[in-house]
């Protein structure tokens, strides 16, 4: 069973950076892509970027184009999640998701493996 583990989530003043880290352990089929997506208390889990495993072509949400940058590391089996000037409304848990096919990337009942999340908090 495939497991995922977000690390690098904490607190950091606006304009600040942080580096979310999410490393894959466990038996797992093939691999189409890793995310990341991010949730508030009574909203929806939101997409944030998409990282495609074979060529690292990477997608974003308008909201974080710019100053996210989502890499991988295919020896590590791992995605790292770069975020630079922060703002105040990125504050949410951030969730790394794991796909074994292409299809919608940025829905979230498409992937098939999360992690349990790593809480961002951004001071104003």
């Known amino acids: 069973q495939m497991r995922l583990a977000e690390s690098g989530g904490g607190l950091v003043q606006a304009g600040g950076s942080l580096r979310l880290s999410c490393t894959a352990s466990?038996?797992?089929?093939?691999?189409?892509?890793r995310a990341w997506f991010r949730q508030t208390p009574g909203n929806e889990r939101e997409f944030v970027a998409v990282v495609i495993w074979s060529n690292g072509n990477a997608y974003y949400s308008d909201s974080v184009k710019g100053r996210f940058t989502i890499t991988r590391d295919v020896a590590k089996d791992t995605a790292y999640l770069q975020m630079n000037n922060l703002k105040a409304e990125d504050t949410a848990l951030y969730y790394c998701?794991?796909?074994?096919?292409?299809?919608?990337?940025?829905?979230?009942?498409?992937?098939?493996?999360w992690g349990q999340g790593t809480q961002v908090t951004v001071s104003p």
């Open positions: 998701a794991h796909r074994a096919y292409a299809g919608q990337l940025i829905a979230p009942s498409e992937y098939e493996h």
């Open positions: 466990g038996r797992h089929g093939s691999s189409y892509a």
